[in-house]
C-alpha cells in the first residue's frame, strides 16, 4: 500500500514535481557518465585490438590469433564506434520522455507548490551549469580524453548546453502541470470560473 502511494503520489501533491526533476537530474549526470565511458572505452578499444592484430599465428597452438582478434574484437569496435549515436538518442529519447510522461500520468499539483517547483527549477540549472562546466574543462583539457568527446559532437553539444535545454525543458513540463490544474478547475483566463 505504502510502495503504491509512492509510485502513483495524490494528484494535488508535490511529490510528483520532485520525481520530476530527480528523474532530470538523474538523466543529466547519466549523459555524463556516458559519454566519459565512451570516450575511455575508445581509447582502450584503439590501444588493444592493434596490439593484438600483431600478433599473427602463436607457435605451439598453430591458431592464427589475428583472424580471432577480428572475429572478437571487430564486433567490438564496430559497436564501440555506433556508441556516441546510442548515447545522444537515448539521452534526447529519455528527455523527450519526462514531458510525455507528465501529459500521460496527468499530473496536476496544487498552484501553492508553483514556488517549490521554481525552487527546483533554480536548483537544476544550477546543477547544470556545474556539470557543463566540469564537462567543458575536460573537453577544452587537450587530453586523450578530450579529443574523444570532441568526436562525440551531439551529445557534447547536448551536455554543454545542458542549462539552457534543462530549462526548457522544466519550462515546459511546469506549464503542462500546472495549465492542467488551471483548466481542472474550470479557470478561464480571465480568472473567473466556468459555469
Request: charged share 10%.
Amino acid at each position: 500500500m505504502k510502495l503504491r502511494s509512492l509510485i502513483q503520489p495524490k494528484k494535488k501533491s508535490g511529490v510528483g514535481i520532485l520525481f520530476f526533476f530527480l528523474i532530470l537530474f538523474v538523466v543529466l549526470i547519466l549523459g555524463f557518465m556516458g559519454a566519459m565511458i565512451w570516450s575511455v572505452l575508445d581509447i582502450a578499444n584503439d590501444a588493444i585490438y592493434p596490439a593484438l592484430q600483431g600478433l599473427g599465428v602463436v607457435e605451439g597452438v598453430n591458431a592464427n590469433v589475428t583472424e580471432y582478434v577480428d572475429y572478437g574484437f571487430g564486433v567490438t569496435n564496430t559497436f564501440v564506434a555506433s556508441m556516441p549515436w546510442i548515447i545522444a538518442f537515448g539521452y534526447v529519447l529519455t528527455l523527450i520522455f519526462t514531458l510525455v510522461f507528465i501529459y500521460v500520468a496527468g499530473y496536476t499539483p496544487h498552484p501553492a507548490f508553483m514556488a517549490f517547483y521554481v525552487s527546483l527549477m533554480l536548483l537544476i540549472i544550477f546543477g547544470c551549469v556545474i556539470m557543463s562546466n566540469i564537462y567543458e574543462n575536460i573537453y577544452q583539457s587537450g587530453t586523450e580524453v578530450s579529443t574523444r568527446l570532441k568526436e562525440q559532437s551531439i551529445m557534447s553539444h547536448l551536455i554543454l548546453h545542458s542549462p539552457f535545454i534543462m530549462t526548457m525543458i522544466a519550462l515546459v513540463g511546469g506549464i503542462l502541470m500546472f495549465a492542467r490544474q488551471s483548466n481542472a478547475e474550470g479557470v478561464t483566463p480571465g480568472g473567473f470560473s466556468g459555469i
